[in-house]
């Protein structure tokens, strides 16, 4: 997505993807933590100052772009996440 970039913070056993759009100072973030070999996608928080631009989907982009490079399933707890497995059925391998 044009505009936005992500990152991933690896703390241990938890983690987040952070999301900064350009020309703005509010952050979207993906909250994650580890358990049994998976990624437990907590929560998804994206500011209504930059909603409506897709930043929510890049995070989950960015987590299923990471589990398939490395090998994690991932456990969508998360509304958001769960959401977009159903959306997306070729992810169904992935999950935990």
Known sequence: MEGVTITRRDHGTKGEYVAHVAGSSFIGRLTWVADSG??????????PEIGGRGVAAALVDALIADARSEGFRVRPQCSYVAAAFRRHPEWAGLAA
């Open 38 to 47: 998976a990624r437990v996608a907590e929560h998804t928080i994206v500011p």
